[in-house]
């Protein structure tokens, strides 16, 4: 650490000795002198610290106050070669005193002519001044790195601002509560999986264990690419990821639930199955991927726009969105299509799901072949 400055250079005999005595050693003894500067008055002199310990100040009163200072960012400098800089505009009140402040520092000798940006009672710059800087703005070179150009504009930009935070409100949860909230999750989720399956069973009868061999190799899949996935993201599944795959269940069921009834009107039209399941695909194709589209935007805008746990939720939702196009393009409609060819299937028994008669479809009207329309003559 540079020696201070010796007695006698215009400093009082009072603040000389408050100089000798400054430590600036350590972290701990700096934090302590910055404390004691920020608490003098604004117009009285005072010894300080450089934030990094390697320089003893005597400040004089403050001349520009924080709040003067409009905007304080760093630029590089390509054009004079000067390369990182800080540029500051200052408010019309904070541009006359910093006017003022540098054309008094410019008439004064080393080190008389620098001025010192202090923060929290240390100082984080001392630029030296050869001109009254006048019009509201200023800039500050001299060796800056981008990191330190960054830090010290964000210093004269937020550094003095009167910020205070008040907690409204304030949760601990230990880990057996985080455990209890996560067993109760998969609880809700193992019976909202049982109403589901009730349901396809119920109504669908055959037909529901396609449903359910389709949600069988999605749980799979999710399970496997959550596996694989969640180290490199750091996805960990917690109560969001649950309720999303909660959601999810419901949204991969909803795609099933469409192709059925897309058959189902296709027999209901009078056709038989293995027509009907290839005449309600195409329909059935462009309502999936509609639904499925707008939840997977949902899903990515959430991830996106979120942190913390809440992109678990997010993640969870996406992920079984997309798998949820991938099994029912790949392995729900060419089960179904082999499905129509098994005489369960294809002759519409009652405990198929597809029994015309329980659908209420029309008889196929058929012509005779070989017939034509009979003449009657009045005698």
Known sequence: MPPPPPGGAGIPPALQKQLNALDCSTKASRAAAGQKAAATKPSDPVVACKDDGTQKYVLGPIGVEGTDVKDAKAVFDSQQGQGWIVQMDFTSEGGKKFADVTGKLATKAQPQNQFAIVLDGAVVSDPRVSERLNGGNATISGGFTQKSAEDLGNMLSYGALPLSFKIDDETTVTAALGGEQLHAGLIAGAIGLALVVLYLVAYYRGLSLVALASLC?????????MTLLGPAIGFALNLPAVCGAIVAIGITADSFIVYFERIRDEIREGRTLRPAVERGWPRARRTILVSDFVSFLAAAVLFIVTVGKVKGFAFTLGLTTVLDVVVVFFFTKPL?????????????????????????ARPPLRRRRGSAPTQTKEA
């Open 336 to 360: 179904m299509t082999l499905l129509a060819r098994r005489k369960f299937f294809a002759d519409g028994h009652s405990w198929s799901g597809l029994d015309p008669k329980r659908l209420g």
């Open 217 to 225: 190799v999605s749980a799979i899949l999710t399970y496997a690419i």
